[in-house]
């Protein structure tokens, strides 16, 4: 079966997946996730993309990122996987892939689903358990959304800034945005105009986090198909016509 082509739009925001090969961890201890969060930086300073949101979980990973050229981002993941790959390899004494084959990217339409996908991405801990509030997960931009650390490398969404005239405002904003209700109300109110119906299935299959009519938009402008067709043989149409009549009707 033929794989789904990535789509990747310079300027565009996109949800980033990384995956342990069979679910596997990749990140041992707290070392080993501040080695990935610089080598992160680095790579996404040097191949010209922009981070704006980033989730370490212990077998996965989830970023939110604008490249500015349409190889930015798997420049981005090539330098993760040879240079976080070769580190913790070291550091535990192993060899081999850790890593899911390819990163899945999905295109989101910034203005209307950047920041739900931010609040879906910074509560998935409290979700999963790993943490009692967003605020107390240390691996996830949410602390420096919520002003209590500074990430020099993160620069906040458009949609973010205009959360408020002032640091505090945005960041009280912001607060208030991650309770489970707020996040499961926002969740509520986008299904029902995204182009594929779920937003978790949406970023873990790839799929665009989009309205119909802004993916419309977009194929016009790059004059390229940016919605998934169905994959697979086509349904075998049989024809039919007049019903010959029977010996017996």
């Known amino acids: 079966m033929a794989r789904r082509p990535r789509l990747i739009l310079p300027g565009q925001l996109h949800h980033i997946l990384l995956r342990g090969n069979n679910d596997q961890p990749v990140f041992v201890d707290d070392e080993d996730r501040q080695a990935f969060r610089q080598i992160l ?37 090539q330098t993760l996987g040879r240079q976080y790959v070769r580190c913790f390899n070291t550091r535990h004494q192993r060899s081999g892939t850790l890593w899911e084959g390819r990163f899945r990217a999905s295109l989101v339409e910034g203005a209307r689903f950047g920041l739900v996908c931010q609040q879906y991405l910074e509560r998935l801990p409290v979700a999963m358990g790993l ?31 205009a959360l408020g005239n002032t640091p505090f405002e945005r960041e009280a904003a912001w607060q208030t945005r991650l309770a489970e ?16 119906r779920d937003l978790a299935r949406a970023l873990a299959s790839g799929h665009p986090i989009a309205t119909h009519a802004w993916l419309h938009r977009l194929e016009l402008i790059h004059d390229r198909t940016l919605r998934f067709r169905t994959v697979g043989r086509p ?8 019903r010959r009549a029977s010996k017996n009707s």
Not at 136 to 151: F, I, N, V
Not at 235 to 242: N, Q
Request: no cysteine; proline share 10%; charged share 15%.
């Open 41 to 77: 930086g680095e790579a996404a300073r040097q191949q010209g993309a922009t981070l704006h949101a980033w989730l370490l979980l212990p077998n996965r990973v989830h970023l939110l990122v604008t490249p500015r050229e349409e190889r930015a981002l798997a420049a981005v993941m």
């Open 181 to 196: 209700e707020a996040v499961a109300q926002a969740l509520a109110e986008v299904h029902p105009h995204l182009a594929h």
């Open 131 to 161: 943490a009692p509030t967003p605020a107390h997960y240390l691996w996830s931009s949410a602390r420096h959304h919520l002003g209590l650390e500074h990430e020099p490398g993160l620069q906040p969404q458009p949609a973010y800034w």
């Open 235 to 242: 349904v075998k149409r049989i024809a039919t016509g007049p």
